[in-house]
């Protein structure tokens, strides 16, 4: 019925990218950031030093882990260690600023599929809950009107308070299983980035969704980072 082995109780979708359009905001948002500071760094957008921020770098690096891991994996990308603390900690809040004017702008929309997907979830009685590596989890579960969904969020808050490793570590998937009151084999993952298919195999749950949202190689590369099935959208897993 939902596309899903029967030993399934519980689905722990995460959000931006997953249940709403937002990655795309946080991925616009995370360009402008590391391009002004890239361009900064290389003297301007047109010194020879200057390479732009790209949509692989996105996926590679950022899309799906908290916002500091992300900032400190793309910049070892680019063989930049030499910042500090407060100067990753000033490039994730000047992104978050851009974002947040972004998100009130745009109001934040859910996938129509999955909606559909979370109405004939609740109507199946899959329990759900959701968990994402950002801090804006409850502000655009809200702008999107799917709080009513959720009986669980772990979200960004969440993981920095209990001071837990980000995806691609499964711990943040693994605390919404304990908080829904599953084993991980009773649960399935819903992921659009890599590293939260990563998250989602390391961690041993039921059943990992790949979601691609991007197309080129992400299925072939969801599917090589443990993803039991690659869907491009929620839908697709309920009867036509
Ligand atoms: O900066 P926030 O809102 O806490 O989000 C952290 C990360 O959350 C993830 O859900 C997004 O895929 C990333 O793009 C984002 O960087």
Same mark, same amino acid.
């Given at each position: 019925m939902l596309g899903l082995p029967e030993v399934i109780t519980v689905a722990l979708f995460d959000l931006d =990218?997953?249940?709403?359009?937002t990655a795309v905001l946080h991925r616009k948002a995370w360009k402008k950031t590391f391009d002004a500071f890239l361009a900064d760094r290389a003297g =301007?957008?047109?010194?020879? =030093?200057f390479v732009e921020f790209t949509d692989q770098d996105y996926l590679d690096y950022?899309? =799906?882990?908290?916002r500091e891991d992300g900032v400190r994996a793309f910049l070892a990308s680019r063989g930049i260690t030499d910042v500090d603390p407060a100067t990753v900690a000033a490039i994730g809040n000047g992104k978050n600023d851009m974002f947040l004017v972004s998100l009130a702008e745009d109001g934040g929309h859910a996938y129509p599929g999955s909606v559909r997907y979370l109405n004939a979830a609740r109507d199946a009685g899959l329990r759900i809950a959701v968990v994402t590596s950002s801090k804006n989890g409850g502000p655009v579960l809200e702008a999107a009107d799917l709080s009513g969904f959720v009986e669980v969020r772990v979200d960004g808050l969440e993981i920095a308070a209990r001071g837990l490793n980000g995806k691609p570590a499964p711990d943040s998937y693994l605390l919404g299983a304990e908080l829904m009151g599953v084993e991980p084999a009773a649960a399935a993952v819903f992921e659009d980035a890599i590293s939260g298919v990563r998250a989602g195999s390391a961690g041993k749950f039921g059943y990992v969704v790949g979601i691609d949202r991007v197309g080129g190689g992400q299925a072939e590369a969801m599917r090589a980072a443990g993803a039991d099935i690659v869907v491009n959208d929620l839908d697709e897993l309920l009867p036509a």
């Open positions: =990218g997953v249940l709403t359009e =301007g957008v047109d010194a020879p =030093g950022v899309d =799906g882990r908290p």
